[in-house]
């Protein structure tokens, strides 16, 4: 496996984005980080920038968008965007410049979640799950996920059903649940994943093949949960080492069908949460991403097998 770096976002890098590529240009549209990598001495920002490029990853243009993007539901349905954050669902396009149309409002938030198109609609969701019509805006509720809700999961539909993967609260898992369209109901998966996928990337290869890059460890998640409650821990945590957090630095698919993954590369550079993941004409382009808490990589990396 090849890894090259091919260009870089302006320092220190971003994580959270929305960044797809659309009409063969990818999209890098928001995000947030921390002044100078620094979340110890800094807020954290959210960014309203757009920056445009072709597909070897060359710029085409800047411009500001009217949100902020980070986390949220980003849904891809052929060369549009559907993206849910807050109360509102916008619709995003991009050519020449990267349009932008509030289409839907709700009178409810949301910040992360599950989602997927089918038939024209919108299903999504956190704890309750809806159904928007992308032709009459009717909007839906539909069966609640079934167990406490979970942000920063992986949504993919398999076999005209979602899969939801992993995610977090007050703790990571590696268990899964699937949705039926026609029965309106959420049952658990089968598998458990061998490793998180909480703050991972992914590309749906096929039907039953999702690629997956990096993730939060699970065991360290769940004590740092607990940890950061103690007066003073937060300043030791963002102190840490990055080999502490023990990050995914696996490049992996996930076979559906059967549960069972198979590791087509291994890098400490793909050991990311929150990063960009996105087709290139002769590989995978991995773009920026969070590399330990708080603290990102501006770097653009194309991975070829």
């Given amino acids: 496996m090849k890894i090259e770096m091919v260009n870089q976002l302006s320092p220190p890098g971003l994580a959270g984005m929305i960044c797809k590529r659309i009409n063969n240009r990818i999209l890098v549209y928001g995000g947030s980080y921390f002044p100078e990598n620094e979340p110890l001495k800094s807020s954290k920002v959210q960014t309203n920038r757009i920056t445009v490029y072709d ?30 954050l807050g109360s509102k669902i916008y619709r995003i396009t991009v050519e020449d410049k990267v349009k932008e149309e509030c289409i839907g409002t709700f009178d409810f938030n949301i910040e992360s979640g599950y989602g997927c198109l089918v038939d024209g609609k919108l299903f999504f ?33 398999y076999q005209n059903e979602l899969y939801y993967l992993g995610g977090a609260n007050k703790e990571a898992y590696l268990d899964g649940y699937r949705y ?47 940890d950061l409650q103690q007066p003073g821990y937060r300043e030791e945590y963002f102190s840490k080492e990055k080999s502490f957090f023990q990050w995914e630095p696996t490049l992996r698919i996930l076979h559906l069908d059967s549960g069972k993954v198979t590791t087509i590369g291994q890098d400490d550079r793909f050991a990311l949460c929150g990063a960009g993941f996105v087709r290139a004409d002769d590989g995978y382009y991995i773009v920026s991403g969070e590399c330990s808490p708080g603290r990102r990589t501006a770097e653009i990396l194309l991975i070829k097998e």
């Fill in 125 to 157: 969701g956190y704890q309750e799950s809806y159904l928007y019509d992308l032709n009459t805006g009717e909007l839906a509720q539909k069966a609640s996920f079934p167990v406490e809700a979970r942000g920063q999961g992986l949504s993919v539909v």
């Fill in 55 to 84: 597909q070897n990853f060359q710029l085409l243009y800047e411009q500001e968008g009217e949100i902020s993007p980070d986390k949220g539901i980003i849904i891809q349905e052929g060369e549009t965007l559907y993206y849910i």
């Fill in 180 to 226: 039926n369209f026609e029965r309106d109901q959420w049952t658990k998966i089968k598998f458990e994943l061998p490793t998180s996928v909480l703050g991972a990337s992914s590309i749906q290869l096929n039907e039953s093949g999702l690629l997956i890059l990096g993730g939060f460890n699970r065991d360290v998640y769940n004590q740092a949960v607990k």
